[in-house]
Structures are given as C-alpha cells and as structure tokens.
C-alpha cells in the first residue's frame, strides 16, 4: 500500500458507534445527533442513523447535500448562514428532506433568514447558538432572553430549541482536564437558559449540547435532550490526552513509510500535507506529545513537519528506512479532511465524500 494512507479499522469504528449509542439510550429522553464533521462520508453516516434514528449534524451546506444523496433525511445545519445565495441553496435542500434545522446567532443573520423564508412562503425551524465559554460563535448567555424574544417576532422562524458547543473548557474558556465536569456545568448553564426562555412563553423543545470528550457530564444533567458528538467514531491522540479513550480504541491512523534515519531522528513520508496541524504539541494541563503517536513506539515523539516531511525523535527508539508505521494524528476530523480515500484494513477503499467542502 502506497504510503502515506489514511487507515480505518471498520470494527473499531462500528463498535465505537455501538457504545456510545448505548451510552445516549441509557438515558432515556435523550437523543444523539452526530456531528458527521469527523468522518466525512454517507457509509458511517447511515451506520450511525441506523442505531439511533435521530438525524446527523453537517457545519457545510455542501456536506449535508452529500449526505442527502445517500438517504438521510434529518439535518441540522449547526453553523450560522449570514449570505442570500446559500440561504437560497438551503431553503431548496429543506424542501426535499423530513426534517432541517437552520442555526442563528445574531440579530442581522436572522433577519436574513427570515426575509428569505417569506420570500420562498417557507416556515423555518430554528435553533439558537449560545456561547457558554469557546467564545466563538454564539449568544452571550447574559444577552440570551433578550435577544431570542426579538428573534421570535420575525416572521417563518419556528424557534424550537438552543445549543451551544465548548468541548473541554471551563466558562472562562480555559482547558480543563475534568471534562466530566466541564460537561456538567455546559448542560447545566443550557438547562437553566432553556427555563428561562420556557418562563417568557418561548416553547423551547431542544436543549442541544456535548462533544466526545465532555459527553459523561452532559449526559449526568436532566433536561438536556440532544447530544452532538463527532470524534468519538474515530477517536483521535487528543481524546488519548483527555483519558476519554484508550489506543485500541482509535480507529484512524495514518501509515507512513521511513524514509531517511540520521541518528536518533527519522524522517517519515508524512508531513503537513497528511497531518492536521491545528493541534499543536502542548504542556498545558492535558498535555500533547508531539503531533500524534506512534503506534507500538511509545518513546518516539513526533516533534515537527514540513509539507511532505515529519520528522521524529527516536529517543533511542531505532526505525529503519523503508519500515512502515502508524501514527494516531492529534487532530482526527480535519486529518481525515486531507484524503480523498481512506482504507479500511481489508483493502477496501472509501471515499471521503464530504471531504473539502467548505461552503
């Protein structure tokens, strides 16, 4: 096999969807949407409909059109449109499926939807983004009711719920290593956000929270109803870092072959090209070594890359040119966004359908 390719073990991945759909029904009232960000391609995405029934989350229109076209038919469209044309776009794509639901954040942007959804006499379901400490996008929680009661006096927007997204971070938006806890105290803050809003006549149905690492805790909070995970089909060396996952179950890794040994650093046929690079190496309070691990190689450090080149240091570890390995890339969802194809470990290849769809 030509190197470097992105490997995925299908069983892992299968079994990864398994559990943690068990997980979300333990729960009861609770359903799981996930975020098809992380592996990008209409087989997963049905294997995940399948187990639970509840629709999958796109943050692209041009997502979500691929996973229209092989039979999914409930999307929330968890990114704010802030353009006509693609408003447009969508409001078409609506109309073809049992169930879409569009993402609001800002006065202007809702305006916008609205001006559009009269003008194709189309009602509109709605949830509003709320930032509960990414600070990112989303509605300050302090500004929340005020701004979702003007949200409601415009015209074919249906607001039935909100959600928020802050994976593993306090309110103050620094990283935090009790992700059970962080996850507790999002759902938490949505909880009570939602009883507000219930106490000003808005009929908010949808409390929409979670991400792979901080699922246990927003699972522990009564009230929520929707949970958004994407990483946790792949799994990935950060999710490692956290403790919210072992190496067997990592399903993705990249193989690369050794191509020049120089004392005790190798340089691998794998460099920015092959790895996401936006999670960099870090000694915060959960601790990143190097740009992913090196599996059946715990002392070597991926510790830098070029486009084609990433260099490791051995560490006394010894790799031989024209040797094979893998490496669990730091960052899953955006590694995976670099292939056209992946492999699982039979041979079989898969493309990466949504891969690069940035509109």
């Known amino acids: 096999m030509r190197t470097p390719t992105l490997l995925i073990d299908k069983q892992v991945a299968l079994k990864n ?3 943690m759909q068990q997980k979300v029904d333990q729960q009861g009232q609770v359903s799981l949407r996930p975020h098809i960000k992380t592996h990008k391609t209409p087989e997963f995405a049905v294997q995940q409909h399948n187990f639970g029934k509840a629709g999958i989350t796109c ?3 041009s997502e979500a059109q691929v996973m229209m076209e092989h039979g999914i038919r409930d999307i929330f469209l968890a990114y704010p449109l802030a353009d006509r044309e693609k408003i447009r776009h969508s409001l078409s794509l609506a109309k ?14 809702a305006c916008l939807l609205s001006e559009e959804a009269v003008a194709a006499d189309q009602e509109v379901e709605v949830r509003v983004e709320i930032d509960t400490g990414l600070f990112r996008s989303g509605l300050a929680l302090e500004e929340a009711v005020d701004t979702i009661l003007q949200f409601e006096k415009l015209p074919r927007l249906k607001i039935t719920g909100i959600y928020t997204y802050r994976g593993s971070k306090d309110r103050t938006g620094k990283v935090v290593k009790d992700t059970f806890r962080a996850g507790v105290e999002e759902a938490e803050l949505m909880v009570a956000l939602a009883e507000r809003l219930r106490g000003q006549g808005l009929s908010i149905t949808d409390v929409s929270v979670g ?6 805790g927003v699972l522990a909070v009564k009230g929520i109803t929707e949970v958004r995970p994407g990483t946790y089909i792949f799994n990935d060396a950060m999710q490692v870092a956290y403790e919210v ?10 193989l690369v072959t050794v191509v020049s040994v120089h004392g005790d650093r190798a340089v691998v046929d794998g460099g920015s090209k092959s790895f ?4 960099q190496p870090t000694a915060d309070v959960v601790p990143i070594r190097g740009f992913g691990i090196i599996k059946g190689h715990p002392t070597i450090v ?13 560490h006394g570890d010894q790799l031989v040119v024209g040797e094979t390995i893998e490496i669990i890339p730091n960052h899953i969802c955006s590694t995976v966004n670099l292939y056209d194809y992946y492999y699982f470990r039979d041979g079989e290849q898969v493309a ?6 940035t509109q």
Request: with cysteine; proline share 2%.
């Open 302 to 314: 991926f510790e830098r890359m070029n486009e084609e080149h990433g260099v490791l240091q051995l």
């Open 352 to 357: 990466v359908s949504a891969r690069g769809k």
């Open 96 to 109: 073809q499926i049992d169930r879409w639901i569009y993402s609001i954040d800002t006065y202007e942007g």
């Open 245 to 254: 996952c072992t190496l067997s179950e990592c399903a993705a890794s990249v």
């Open 17 to 19: 969807i398994q559990v």
């Open 59 to 61: 943050a692209k229109l």
């Open 211 to 216: 991400s792979t690492p901080t699922l246990e």
């Open 276 to 279: 996401a690079t936006d999670v």
